[in-house]
């Protein structure tokens, strides 16, 4: 397959130029420079300079929007990218759907996905990408033109390879508040704890280690989203969502951020009187 082959290209190329990406202070000194490099063009005026670029419902892409949902945790993209893929009539891609229809024995990367779930894994890259591009080739195949994808990319090294597969139009971060992220730190922790006093812990893993591998855990994916984020707003592709209220008001916000509050509103007119 064209997108396969693509793939495996860009994700070597990508892994050498990974290995000479520098880590720890320098990586951080390296984030700190483009951080600042980038406040010179003013990113605090870029949401609003990329959805004029975008524009209105009536001058959307012929070909169909091709957008990406990143952001924190527990939010339920998934969610909203299916209704974003209703509203502009383009499919909706969930990687974690994608992944969960390999689990079958059959299926020829079972083993490769269940073992990396069982050992507490991310699944491999190859993997991920290789379901991707199959099935955007299917869909192209099928006539389909765009996508709202959710569940990935979640690093930056992830990003790097989507760009080689597919042109990205927009990625939409999702936000939650300082203060749910910190009751969702706390439920984790809470949860960790409890499983160690019903048994279902290793009695070497103490309460003391859940919290602390819970805090490294949220420590990794917050400097991985930073990361990721950066390189998007470097593309001026990025916009922030904070979401706040109950889902119908983060959809109505949603629909503000980008400005489709008229084509939401042709959809709902359509439907009464359908």
């Given at each position: ?154 690093t930056r090294i992830q990003a790097e390879i989507l760009d080689q597969i597919v042109d990205v139009d927009l990625v939409v971060n999702f936000k939650d508040t300082e203060e749910q992220l910190v009751k969702k730190n706390l439920k984790g922790d809470a949860f960790s704890s409890c499983q160690e006093l019903l048994g279902m812990g290793s009695a070497r893993f103490s309460s003391t280690d859940a919290a602390s591998a819970g805090n490294e855990k949220f420590s990794i994916q917050a400097e991985q989203g930073k990361q990721l ?46």
């Amino acid at each position: 397959m064209a997108g396969l082959t693509l793939f495996r290209a860009a994700a070597s190329q990508l892994r050498n130029a990974a290995r000479s990406r520098p880590y720890g202070s320098a990586s951080a000194a390296q984030l700190s420079y483009d951080y600042y490099e980038e406040e010179e063009y003013g990113l605090h005026d870029e949401a609003s300079q990329l959805m004029a670029r975008i524009g209105t419902a009536e001058s959307l892409p012929r070909r169909g929007v091709q957008w990406v949902l990143i952001g924190d945790p527990g939010i339920k993209k998934h969610v909203y990218a299916e209704k974003l893929s209703n509203l502009l009539e383009v499919p909706h891609i969930s990687m974690g759907s994608l992944v969960r229809q390999e689990l079958n024995p059959r299926s020829s990367l079972y083993k490769q996905i269940a073992n990396a779930i069982n050992e507490g894994r991310l699944v491999p890259e190859e993997v991920i990408f290789a379901l991707l591009s199959k099935r955007l080739e299917e869909g192209y195949c099928r006539g389909e033109s765009g996508f709202i994808l959710d569940g990935i990319p979640r690093t930056r090294i992830q990003a790097e390879i989507l760009d080689q597969i597919v042109d990205v139009d927009l990625v939409v971060n999702f936000k939650d508040t300082e203060e749910q992220l910190v009751k969702k730190n706390l439920k984790g922790d809470a949860f960790s704890s409890c499983q160690e006093l019903l048994g279902m812990g290793s009695a070497r893993f103490s309460s003391t280690d859940a919290a602390s591998a819970g805090n490294e855990k949220f420590s990794i994916q917050a400097e991985q989203g930073k990361q990721l984020e950066d390189y998007y707003r470097k593309q001026r592709k990025l916009v922030d969502f904070q979401v706040a209220g109950a889902p119908g008001e983060t959809w109505q916000g949603l629909l503000a951020v980008l400005h489709l509050q008229h084509m939401n509103a042709v959809s709902s007119s359509q439907k009464l009187t359908a």
